[in-house]
């Protein structure tokens, strides 16, 4: 999750310069930790050390994960400084590379879209929406923004709905519906000098910050540590110990996913699955000044990963790939019985 904690309530640079310092620690979690070092940078409105973080990963690209996304941060932070030029170029390519992921996509449109590039941000919505969820038949609930946003734009543009605006009223879960939240007619509302209509403002203002957090990034309170097949021969020929935990890897998947079908039967919301390393877990045994054979020590790395983003949400789409790593799409694999 991207910080959003105005600058005079938390120390953005003491906190930007904390998350390098840890990514040196980790490096297989460098890329997230450094997103969220420069997204505390550009908070304090240290803008160009945030170039340098998002030109820091950008020299490496082979070893990035989502370097799409790194690129859009930097162009939307680029813009924020008088870099116009050199954002819009940033932009134009992304749009021409076509990435898969849509998170890239709503950052470049939202960019421009705040400063006043309607057309264009509309037009790279849709384009994102042409991409993504053509023949799609269930939306995956990355690509939400990409139609919140799209539909945010053309009523701003005063265009009628279209299949896809219907298609986002109906992921929309807030009681103040799209339309409303997204009404051009709304800011005038701000300049009002009658107390209520600017409390109903606020209200619905705080409604569609809330949308919008839950949209862009989900918590995982819950996350469950998966081990693929070679790391855990690994990890139990070097600590023994622990073999009680894990009797067999087909056992340890199965108990995965029975674990998160009783704990989303409970009512436990937004679950995620993390996986380790022998590695990063003998790293984070060792910054714990603990053994890695202590089993107690194995829901603490788990909750570690999904507080540096590691995490991916459970259950995937019933089509996509399963979870546990094997070429199968999840309703074929640990899906089946659902």
């Known amino acids: 999750m991207r910080p959003d904690t105005p600058a005079e309530n938390v120390d953005h640079t003491a906190e930007a310069a904390r998350l390098e310092r840890t990514a040196a620690l980790y490096p297989e979690d460098a890329e997230a930790l450094l997103l969220q070092a420069?997204?505390?940078?550009?908070?304090?409105?240290?803008?160009?050390?945030?170039?340098?973080?998002?030109?820091r990963l950008l020299s490496t690209p082979d070893k990035l994960e989502n370097a799409p996304l790194v690129r859009a941060l930097k162009a939307s932070n680029l813009w924020e400084y008088d870099h116009e030029a050199e954002a819009r170029a940033i932009i134009d390519g992304l749009r021409t590379t076509a990435p898969r992921d849509p998170?890239?996509?709503?950052?470049i449109a939202e960019?421009?879209?705040?400063?006043?590039?309607?057309?264009?941000?509309?037009?790279?919505?849709t384009e994102a929406a042409t991409l993504l969820l053509t023949d799609v038949p269930e939306p995956?609930?990355?690509?939400?923004?990409?139609?919140?946003?799209?539909?945010?734009?053309?009523?701003?543009?005063?265009?009628p709905h279209d299949d896809w605006d219907a298609r986002a009223d109906t992921l929309h879960?807030?009681?103040?519906?799209?339309?409303?939240?997204?009404?051009?007619?709304?800011?005038?509302?701000?300049?009002s000098d009658n107390p209520a209509e600017l409390e109903a403002e606020i209200s619905r203002l705080q409604a569609e910050l809330g949308a919008y957090r839950e949209a862009l990034s989900r918590p995982f309170p819950v996350a469950v540590l998966h081990w693929p097949a070679a790391e855990l021969t690994e990890l139990l020929s070097a600590y023994p110990d622990l073999?009680?935990?894990?009797?067999?890897?087909?056992?340890?998947?199965?108990?995965?996913?029975?674990?998160?079908?009783?704990l989303s039967a409970s009512g436990t919301p937004n679950l995620g699955i993390v996986t380790g390393t022998v590695p990063s877990y003998e790293a984070f045994a060792a910054s714990e000044s603990s053994?890695?054979?202590?089993?107690?020590?194995?829901?603490?790395?788990?909750?570690?990963?999904?507080?540096?983003?590691?995490?991916?949400?459970?259950p995937p789409q019933r089509s996509a790939d399963c979870w546990c790593g094997q070429d199968q799409p999840y309703d074929a694999c640990h899906g089946a019985a659902l």
């Open 243 to 262: 073999a009680t935990e894990y009797p067999s890897h087909p056992d340890h998947l199965a108990t995965i996913e029975s674990s998160l079908r009783e």
């Open 111 to 125: 960019s421009l879209e705040s400063h006043d590039e309607l057309e264009a941000a509309h037009d790279t919505f």
């Open 103 to 107: 998170a890239p996509w709503v950052i």
């Open 291 to 314: 053994s890695p054979g202590d089993p107690t020590l194995l829901p603490q790395y788990a909750t570690t990963l999904a507080a540096r983003g590691r995490a991916v949400a459970w």
């Open 38 to 55: 420069a997204a505390h940078l550009e908070l304090a409105d240290a803008r160009p050390a945030a170039t340098a973080l998002y030109d």
């Open 173 to 191: 879960s807030s009681s103040v519906s799209l339309d409303e939240l997204h009404d051009p007619k709304r800011v005038w509302s701000l300049g």
């Open 140 to 159: 995956p609930y990355a690509t939400h923004p990409v139609l919140f946003g799209r539909h945010r734009v053309r009523r701003m543009l005063g265009l």
